[in-house]
């Protein structure tokens, strides 16, 4: 669905992390959210109340639809993380945990 | 329906349409009466969207066990309400009674609160309810994650909470579904009493116009203050503002309402119970917020993982002694006034007995001291 601009995918490096423990890749300077999505996953959450899929839409901080868990944290903004080597990002299904 | 009464469109005009007029225009309309709820605007000072929705019992009512034994009834009653809205509307509003607790952050204060809690008790005329004063290790077992600080505290089991904005929106779906006249942008400028009814004129900024009814409640939270002296009748109210901060929707793990911090069925947390004399300034200090937070924190430590989503500040309504008043006009029969605090705790009440006396016709002798007149006489030895 999508796909990077050549010129970004010539001009920066390769970072491994794992999205719910699979292995993936992404290029530096790639928020969470962008990295998601070039990999394929579309939908990173349910939502708490009605449990309806949610993916990343505003790409900029303002609609809070691209929440995941970030090494352990729940419901951080993947659009406003970097993605950094062996970083550890997991879906969410409903409510974060209080604990993590 | 019935036939409106002399004197009046409609045998009883409610005035405002908060969570106290909605509940009693839901109860009379439910008791045969044609109705009107005369409501402000989106802009009105309405404490029913800004509360902390504790249906609570313990440590209410000491200087007047009547009020004790009246929130008691409430809770008695609420989850039959409950019931009804559902069967009614089809909508939750989420009563829940797990019981709740007061944790204390001092031996002092626990010290203070076990003594509060005998006091209470040992009132004459006082309707008692179980209730226990933990010391840490017990309340531990019952709510695991507390704090170094939390020496223990008080439960009651007939303790509990909603969702008090369901709870407003159920309400008003249900008087629309009993065929209440909702009249929204409808403030009362001026009441007259006049050939056994009442006259209310409409501010001219909103609707305008008139309405009459054989009955008024006045139901109007803070306005019934300038509202009550009209009709013959008194309800000193001041606001007193309240801060509440609420997370994110978080994995249910606060089984039990506390007054500082509860979980809603929805998965926030809400963390309140500040008090302030600020007028009607419902601006939000972030100094309070940081207080309210800081003490949750101490009570609740992992509560400093959650991320705040909302805060805002509300507005109680007082009277000086913090009981409700309900009372009936002496010298305009068919005027009552209803105000308290507790317009969630009370709503069972308000819909369930306070309404069907007020469609009978009048409140009785048990409502004597909820009168305003305890107020304006000097209390006899």
Redesign the interface.
Known sequence: MFRRLPEIETATQAVSFTIDGRPASARAGDSVAAALLANGVTACRTTPVSGAARGPYCMMGVCFDCLVTIDGTGNRQGCQVRVAPGMAVETQNGKREVER | MTQPSRGGEYDVAVIGGGLVGSALAWGLARAGQTVAMLDEGDIAVRPSRGNFALVWVQGKGLGMPEYAGWTKKSSDDWSGFADLLREQTGLDVAYRRPGGFMPMLSEEDLQARANTMMRLHNQPDMIRYPYEVMDRETLRKELPFIGPDVVGGTYCPLDGHCNSLRLLRTLHKGIGLLGVDYRPNHRVERIEHRDGGFRMSIADGGAGGEVRAGKIVLAAGHDSARLAPMVGLSAPVRPQRGHVIVT????P?LHHPTVYVRQTD??GVMIGDSFEEAGFDTTLQPGISSAIAERAIRFFP??G???VVRSWAALRVLTPDGFPIYEESKTAPGAFVATCHSGVTLAANHALTLAPLIAAGGLGDGFTPFSARRFHVPQAA
């Open positions: 994110e929707k978080t994995a793990f929805e998965g992992l509560l993982k959650l991320n």
